[in-house]
């Protein structure tokens, strides 16, 4: 084991890495867990049931949801757990158990965490929501223009959900940044 001391993140990074955690944490799950219940909280109220059971866009194969759950709930299940793992991602990148296993890890607790493990998903997770913010100056104002009741979401994205995207869009690659100047092996 390498006993030399940790670089602790700059001051930069341990913004973006707290803006990272907190925008999925704090701003996109609280406002998705009302939706997950079937409370229409910020939502057309008039198409969120359907949209909720799955007799809406798209989602009309699944009439019934899926193992009883209500396609709508499942949907927005999955993409709060994502923001969540995504959120302890962004902490992991500035946090001394992104760099080392905690002790309680069985197996791997005080082993080094290789760099590769964080910097993939960063990678890939910074590519997409780089990319898909890349196309919101021409989606987000057809999206608005033609919003309607029949989509329950459109309006309370584009006002709320669109920023804390765009912060998280920001952060994480930042915070990825330099983890990856932290940890990368020094040639000799």
Do not use: C
């Not at 700059?10 to 997950?36: D, E, K, N």
């Not at 033609?146 to 690659?173: C, H, K, N, Q, R």
Request: hydrophobic share 45%; aromatic share 10%.
């Amino acid at each position: 084991m390498d006993s030399s001391p940790e670089p602790t993140p700059p001051r930069w990074a341990r913004l973006a890495g707290t803006v990272g955690w907190m925008a999925p944490i704090l701003g996109f799950v609280p406002l998705h867990v009302p939706w997950i219940l079937g409370i229409p909280f910020l939502a057309h109220e008039e198409s969120f049931d359907s949209w909720y059971n799955g007799r809406s866009n798209g989602t009309e194969g699944y009439p019934d949801g899926i193992m009883g759950i209500p396609a709508g709930a499942m949907y927005l299940g999955i993409l709060a757990l994502l923001a969540i793992l995504g959120g302890v991602l962004s902490l992991g990148l500035i946090s001394s158990w992104g760099r080392v296993f905690p002790r309680w890890v069985p197996v791997l607790g005080g082993r080094r965490v290789p760099p590769w493990i964080p910097l993939t998903p960063t990678v890939l997770g910074s590519v997409l929501m780089v990319g898909y913010s890349l196309t919101l100056p021409i989606q987000l104002p057809r999206a608005i223009a033609e919003a309607s009741p029949d989509d329950p979401f459109t309006l309370t994205g584009a006002l709320i959900g669109l920023p804390i995207l765009l912060a998280w869009t920001v952060a994480l690659p930042a915070a990825g940044w330099s983890y990856y100047r932290r940890t990368r092996r020094k040639r000799i």
